[in-house]
């Protein structure tokens, strides 16, 4: 059975158990993301991974980016309001920015790897609103 280059890149991703990563991990991801991977790995190396839920269950995080902007991310949805989603990702030349990347891996690493602020859901919906259009 032929697996598909999205389903490949998710077994590897649950293959990510707790905050250290074995070379063979580290090695498939490098196959899978050469764009990306190093810049992934330095922004969860910098903590710039942070969730925020809200009491109806729904998540979301904010990822630092290089100039100190933080990007809004929401994994389940696989998307990220960066510029190279919208131009490369979008455009099928990058299955996921480092953004995504980024808070994919640290999901699966757990949460020793980011903090999660908890805030009502008004607050929680506000940010929703005020993603980049």
Do not use: W
Request: some cysteine; hydrophobic content about 45%.
């Amino acid at each position: 059975m032929k697996m598909d280059v999205c389903g490949l890149e998710q077994a590897v991703l649950n293959a990510i158990d707790g905050p250290a990563l074995s070379s063979l991990v580290l090695t498939q991801l490098h196959s899978l993301f050469p764009q990306t991977i190093v810049a992934a790995l330095d922004i969860i190396d910098r903590e710039g991974v942070s969730c925020v839920s809200c009491p109806a269950k729904r998540i979301l995080f904010h990822v630092s980016g290089k100039g100190g902007k933080a990007y809004l991310v929401l994994p389940d949805e696989n998307f990220c309001e960066c510029v190279a989603f919208e131009y490369q990702v979008l455009r099928k030349e990058l299955s996921m920015c480092k953004h995504l990347l980024a808070t994919k891996i640290a999901m699966q690493m757990g949460d020793q790897v980011f903090k999660t602020n908890i805030i009502s859901n008004e607050a929680f919906a506000q940010q929703m609103c005020s993603m980049r259009t």
